[in-house]
């Protein structure tokens, strides 16, 4: 059971950036896919989330109209297309996988995580 994020990096504010998260092992019995971050001192928050089959979308207010998530069910592979990015967008991205429906905006209702990837803005 693996989750590989990658993607991550330095961009000016303004800038584009897209992460990937491969996942391996287990992706038959994933219903939905999310991102989180964590910003220094902060809690780890909710980014975005997508069912593995059917592909609705949920997002953070703070991101809505500015990040796409979508997943590649050939490639086992689920995307972060971050638009527009700002200083506060600056954190440890975590792509997540959840086997049940319910509290996709929560990471307690997550059973398996990535590594993490850096994404830092600057002003």
């Known amino acids: 059971v693996q989750l590989q994020a990658c993607g991550g990096g330095l961009v000016q504010a303004g800038g584009s950036l897209t992460l990937s998260c491969k996942a391996s092992?287990?992706?038959?019995?994933?219903?939905?896919m999310g991102w989180f971050r964590q910003a220094p001192g902060k809690e780890r928050e909710f980014v975005a989330a997508?069912?593995?089959?059917?592909?609705?979308?949920y997002y953070a207010d703070s991101v809505k109209d500015r990040f796409t998530i979508s997943r590649d069910t050939v490639k086992n592979t689920v995307y972060l297309q971050m638009n527009s990015l700002k200083p506060e967008d600056t954190a440890v991205y975590y792509c997540?996988?959840?086997?049940?429906?319910?509290?996709?905006?929560?990471?307690?209702?997550?059973?398996?995580w990535g590594q993490g990837t850096q994404v830092t803005v600057s002003s």
């Open positions: 997540a996988a959840a086997s049940r429906s319910g509290g996709i905006y929560y990471s307690h209702a997550y059973d398996y």
């Open positions: 092992g287990f992706i038959f019995r994933a219903n939905t």
């Open positions: 997508i069912r593995w089959s059917g592909s609705m979308t």
